[in-house]
């Protein structure tokens, strides 16, 4: 069973920057998809970055419109983790954080247990 573990979740004032990590118990090559979800409370799970591995002329990346110029994942392959790294962040980027892995089409899926990431004054 896959497992990934979250990390770099805490309580951060507005406009401060936070790192977080996703470790995966396995080459994160054997994934096609790796990316960030979040969940605020009362709200749907909605996306925030992706990670599309290819071979040929780097990975494909994608954020939500409410992250772009703010937020950026990367992967370390020798550390089996991908990361998200959060500037400017504000008030509404309050949730818990999620990292997700997937085979591809009609491959299984993968969820963290998430971090909580709190933005305060």
């Known amino acids: 069973q896959v497992q990934l573990v979250e990390s770099g979740g805490g309580l951060v004032q507005p406009g401060g920057s936070l790192r977080l990590s996703c470790v995966a118990s396995e080459n994160i090559f054997s994934f096609y998809t790796m990316g960030w979800y979040r969940q605020a409370p009362g709200k749907q799970r909605e996306l925030v970055a992706t990670?599309?591995?290819?071979?040929?002329?780097?990975?494909?990346?994608n954020y939500a419109d409410s992250v772009k110029g703010r937020f950026t994942i990367s992967r370390d392959n020798a550390k089996n983790t991908i990361y998200l790294q959060m500037n400017s962040l504000n008030p509404e980027d309050t949730a818990v954080y999620y990292c997700n892995a997937a085979r591809g089409t009609g491959g299984a899926t993968y969820w963290g247990q998430g971090t909580q990431v709190t933005v305060s004054s």
């Open positions: 990670l599309i591995t290819t071979f040929v002329g780097g990975d494909r990346t």
